[in-house]
Antibody, heavy 117, light 113 residues
Framework: QVQLQESGPGLVKPSETLSLTCTVS????????WSWIRQPPGKGLEWIGY???????NYNPSLKSRVTISLDTSKNQFSLKLSSVTAADTAMYYC???????????WGQGTLVTVSS | DIVMTQSPDSLAVSMGERATINCKSS????????????LAWYQQKPGQPPKLLIY???TRESGVPDRFSGSGSGTDFTLTISSLQAEDVAVYYC?????????FGPGTKVDIK
């Protein structure tokens, strides 16, 4: 059973870079697509982007200029970097994957990131 | 971007009664190459990540109770809970994966009347 776990700072200062890591267990990151999705408090879900095991990426155009998703196959992890953050980036950040299926069948528990000075 | 809308925003249904949630996409999510609708439904309870219920618009994920069903094609879709149980209180989201950016509906909150 594939399991995902997000980790990273819960507080980031405005204008700085948010950095999160998703550790995958029970499955190999060397296959399929690996995604980041966020949810501001009390609001809906926003897809940030994904990385394929080949290294190719696809980002939401609304965030594209600030987002980088990368893969570390040696650690079975993938990461998110979001630069120049503002209060609007305060959200629960989830890592998720379809793991070859259809729809996001596997999610981490999420990590709340607050942007504040 | 494909814009997803849902109706109603919220609904309250008596235990054992039917709950129906509608989802509409701004363009068709039916792929002509395989005749599949790239539409999924999720359930999210407070403090939890979303849980996949339905994919390909009508295929139930393994382990999901059969009181949950999905229907529709093209741009109009429905999630039906045939007999609402207390544990079904949640927010439900539709999502299209036909094209990127992947987009979600705004959610429908389901409560017990």
């Amino acid at each position: 059973q594939v399991q995902l776990q997000e980790s990273g700072p819960g507080l980031v200062k405005p204008s700085e870079t948010l950095s999160l890591t998703c550790t995958v267990s029970g499955g190999s990151i060397s296959s399929y697509y690996w995604s980041w999705i966020r949810q501001p408090p009390g609001k809906g879900l926003e897809w940030i982007g994904y990385i394929h095991n080949s290294g190719s990426t696809n980002y939401n155009p609304s965030l594209k200029s600030r987002v980088t998703i990368s893969l570390d196959t040696s650690k079975n992890q993938f990461s998110l970097k979001l630069s120049s953050v503002t209060a609007a980036d305060t959200a629960m950040y989830y890592c998720a994957t379809t793991y070859g299926g259809s729809g996001y069948g596997y999610w981490g528990q999420g990590t709340l990131v607050t942007v504040s000075s | 971007d494909i814009v997803m809308t849902q109706s109603p925003d919220s609904l309250a249904v008596s235990m054992g009664e039917r709950a129906t949630i509608n989802c509409k996409s701004s363009q068709s999510v039916l792929h002509s190459s395989n005749n599949k609708n790239y539409l999924a439904w999720y359930q999210q309870k407070p403090g939890q990540p979303p849980k996949l219920l339905i994919y390909w618009a009508s295929t139930r994920e393994s382990g999901v109770p059969d009181r949950f069903s999905g229907s529709g094609s093209g741009t109009d879709f429905t999630l039906t809970i045939s007999s609402l149980q207390a544990e079904d209180v949640a927010v439900y989201y539709c999502q299209q994966y036909y094209s990127t950016p992947i987009t979600f509906g705004p959610g429908t909150k389901v409560d017990i009347k």
